[in-house]
């Protein structure tokens, strides 16, 4: 039977899409404003002449940043973070949401680690014995130091354990009965299976390790060592040039071109945006199950 539809059904419908365009509107906005002032006149962008459409048309920040080695070397180091990165956090999340996602009669030690795990989300022993580990470990100025710092993403952990236990039990069963081994099952029935939450988690991790710069400005001392983001942080910063000695106010001064400056943080974008489509398919039925608890 279909309802019939209401005055007051349409009149909801309407304003719902307005509501839902103008949100969309919002997160669009900022993104086309630094395209338009990376496409503007410098003295036009200065001067806060650029609304939502470039002044004085210009693409000499896109030339410029061609021939800017320090910029494709940050964003050469984003990349090696965001493959070795994803990585790592994908197989350290499926080796750890496998056992967890069995009951305790299959793994008796499973609340305790839970548990564990869980109070890791709560609370952290704080930034500088954070900094002194990775520091004992040699990583200060290494790629390593940008992955390994935050290889157990334990919110995608809890995703996947979730998505696993809610996968029928008769698959399971029946691939022991077949002679499956704990190794073969997983690779073999669950990972196949949790594609949706995989990506998911996967897209997540992309994310973190292409966005995040706090990391790279503790654990790298040298510019030429900086991830993509970090490097574009010190653009934007505003900094006190009092505290700033000789040499740090003339590369100041070079890089505080602000349409060069939304030119490499809308190239900065452009990964992300190329990435997101090809995962968003999995992001709803991945969110949406590996929520649901038993």
């Known amino acids: 039977m279909v309802r019939e539809t209401t005055w007051?059904?349409?009149?909801f419908d309407g304003a719902l899409v307005v509501l839902l365009a103008g949100a969309a509107l919002l997160c669009v906005l900022p993104i086309w404003y630094t395209l338009a002032v990376s496409l503007s006149d410098n003295a036009a962008a200065s001067a806060g002449e650029v609304r939502l459409w470039p002044v004085g048309f210009n693409l000499g920040s896109y030339k410029e940043i061609m021939g800017?080695?320090?910029f494709f070397g940050s964003f050469w180091i984003s990349i090696?973070?965001?493959?070795?990165?994803?990585?790592?956090?994908?197989?350290?999340?499926?080796?750890?949401?496998?056992?967890l996602s069995k009951t305790t009669k299959d793994f008796p030690l499973r609340n305790v680690f839970m548990w564990t795990l869980v109070f890791t989300m709560l609370f952290n022993g704080g930034l500088i014995p954070w900094y002194q580990t990775v520091k004992s470990l040699g990583l200060i100025n290494s790629i390593w130091g940008l992955v390994l710092g935050n290889s157990?993403?334990?919110f995608n952990v809890i995703l996947?354990?979730?998505?696993?236990?809610?996968?029928?039990?008769?698959?399971e069963e029946a691939a022991l009965v077949d002679g499956a081994g704990p190794w073969y099952m997983l690779w073999k029935v669950f990972v196949p299976l949790a594609v949706p939450v995989l990506a998911t988690v996967t897209l997540f991790s992309i994310v973190y390790h292409w966005n995040e710069f706090f990391?790279?400005?503790?654990?790298?001392?040298k510019a030429e060592h900086y991830p993509l983001q970090t490097y574009i942080q010190q653009l934007v910063v505003i900094i006190d040039a009092t505290t700033m000695n000789e040499?740090?106010?003339?590369?100041?001064?070079?890089?505080?071109?602000?349409?060069?400056?939304?030119?490499?943080?809308?190239?900065?974008?452009?990964?992300?945006?190329?990435?997101?489509?090809?995962?968003?398919?999995?992001?709803?039925?991945?969110i949406t199950l590996g929520s649901v608890k038993e």
Request: net charge positive; aromatic share 8%.
């Open 80 to 99: 090696q973070r965001v493959v070795l990165g994803a990585g790592l956090n994908l197989i350290v999340t499926i080796l750890m949401a496998y056992p």
């Open 8 to 11: 007051g059904d349409r009149v």
């Open 152 to 154: 157990v993403p334990m």
């Open 160 to 171: 996947v354990v979730n998505y696993f236990r809610n996968l029928p039990k008769e698959l």
């Open 247 to 286: 040499d740090q106010i003339k590369r100041m001064s070079e890089l505080s071109n602000q349409t060069l400056n939304a030119a490499k943080i809308f190239i900065a974008m452009i990964p992300v945006l190329i990435v997101y489509p090809f995962l968003q398919r999995f992001f709803i039925h991945g």
């Open 68 to 70: 800017d080695a320090k």
């Open 215 to 221: 990391n790279g400005l503790v654990l790298m001392s």
